[in-house]
């Protein structure tokens, strides 16, 4: 769909649903107005069974939507003045406030100006009777630092003492503690070497006996595997053996047949002969 204002010329600009002279910022932005004028634009804005087949109900369609956003230029107007209008009287006060502070605080100053002067002469009586004061006072304290001195002599001597002989003890517990981590360090590798070779051994021995159980296995394997080859190469040639026993008493059964039948022994035996090496087309011996 073309926007509004494509179709919309400056010869057919509709009249706006809200002119700029009927907006009351402060209602609309301050007072909650905005909601009640948003739903009256939606509601005059909303066309009546447009049709946009016809030229007419388009150009309605057209128009409503170019009136809301005439109305959406109104109201963002009118809240920008407000803010500069703010912003305008928000500079005078601050000016105004400056110039306020500035003014109360010089006057307080000029009216305490009295009291103010009256407080420093008497501060400054203060101080001087307070350095006589303290000129008696600080010879007494002369004599009692010195002597306080003197106790503090004593005590930082017998506080060096104290700590020399801390780090005597302390040098002392060291060498007893590397001492004791030397032997237990030795001891406890003297173990773990004992442990190692304990550990070795038994390896090894459960390696040998692995390798025993694994070579009997495997010998035992071999013999059955010798006894299966054995026990199978005495039944082939068993069968083998049958097979000729069988084939024989074939070949003597036909020889005997062929001999009844009025042949000699030697033309007999030449015809199983070549019939049971397949040397006849068409003839052979069925075992």
Same mark, same amino acid.
């Given at each position: 769909? &073309?926007? *509004?204002?494509?179709?919309?010329?400056?010869?057919? /600009?509709?009249?706006?649903?809200?002119?700029?002279?009927?907006?009351? *910022? @402060?209602? /609309?932005?301050?007072?909650?107005?905005?909601?009640?004028? @948003?739903?009256?634009?939606?509601?005059? $804005?909303?066309?009546?069974?447009?049709?946009?087949?016809?030229?007419?109900?388009?150009?309605?369609?057209?128009?409503?939507?170019?009136?809301?956003?005439?109305?959406?230029?109104? /109201?963002?107007?009118?809240?920008?003045? =407000?803010?500069?209008?703010?912003?305008? &009287?928000?500079?005078?006060?601050?000016?105004?406030?400056?110039?306020?502070?500035?003014?109360?605080?010089?006057?307080?100053?000029?009216?305490?100006?009295?009291?103010?002067?009256?407080?420093?002469?008497?501060?400054? %009586?203060?101080?001087?009777?307070?350095?006589?004061?303290?000129? /008696?006072?600080?010879?007494?304290?002369?004599?009692?630092?010195?002597?306080?001195?003197?106790?503090?002599?004593?005590?930082?001597?017998?506080?060096?003492?104290?700590? %020399?002989?801390?780090?005597?003890?302390?040098?002392?517990?060291?060498?007893?503690?590397?001492?004791?981590?030397?032997?237990?360090?030795?001891?406890? &590798?003297?173990?773990?070497?004992?442990?190692?070779?304990?550990?070795?051994?038994? &390896?090894?021995?459960?390696?040998?006996?692995?390798?025993?159980?694994?070579?009997?296995?495997?010998?035992?394997?071999?013999?059955?595997?010798?006894?299966? #080859?054995?026990?199978?190469?005495?039944?082939?040639?068993?069968?083998?053996?049958?097979? @000729?026993?069988?084939?024989?008493?074939?070949?003597?059964?036909?020889?005997? $047949?062929? #001999?009844?039948?009025? =042949?000699?022994?030697?033309?007999?035996?030449?015809?199983?002969?070549?019939? $049971?090496?397949?040397?006849?087309?068409?003839?052979?011996?069925?075992?």
């Amino acid at each position: 769909m &073309k926007e *509004a204002n494509e179709i919309v010329g400056p010869e057919v /600009i509709p009249q706006p649903m809200i002119p700029i002279e009927s907006i009351n *910022a @402060l209602a /609309i932005f301050v007072d909650g107005g905005l909601t009640d004028l @948003l739903e009256m634009i939606a509601e005059e $804005a909303w066309v009546a069974d447009p049709d946009p087949r016809t030229a007419t109900g388009r150009k309605e369609m057209v128009s409503a939507a170019y009136k809301v956003k005439r109305c959406k230029t109104t /109201i963002d107007k009118a809240g920008k003045e =407000l803010v500069a209008d703010w912003k305008s &009287k928000a500079k005078v006060v601050d000016s105004e406030r400056k110039r306020a502070r500035e003014y109360l605080d010089s006057l307080a100053v000029q009216i305490r100006a009295p009291v103010t002067e009256y407080e420093d002469a008497k501060d400054l %009586k203060k101080d001087i009777e307070g350095a006589h004061e303290a000129a /008696i006072v600080e010879d007494s304290q002369r004599a009692l630092q010195a002597k306080i001195d003197r106790q503090q002599e004593e005590i930082d001597e017998k506080t060096r003492d104290y700590e %020399k002989q801390q780090e005597t003890d302390r040098v002392q517990r060291e060498a007893d503690d590397r001492a004791r981590r030397g032997f237990e360090e030795a001891r406890d &590798k003297e173990r773990r070497e004992s442990d190692q070779k304990v550990a070795d051994a038994e &390896k090894k021995l459960r390696l040998e006996r692995e390798d025993t159980a694994r070579k009997e296995t495997e010998r035992e394997d071999q013999e059955r595997i010798e006894r299966e #080859q054995k026990s199978a190469d005495e039944l082939a040639e068993k069968h083998r053996q049958d097979d @000729l026993d069988h084939q024989r008493e074939v070949n003597v059964g036909a020889f005997r $047949a062929l #001999q009844e039948m009025g =042949l000699s022994p030697a033309a007999a035996k030449q015809i199983v002969v070549a019939v $049971a090496k397949q040397e006849i087309p068409g003839m052979r011996m069925v075992y």
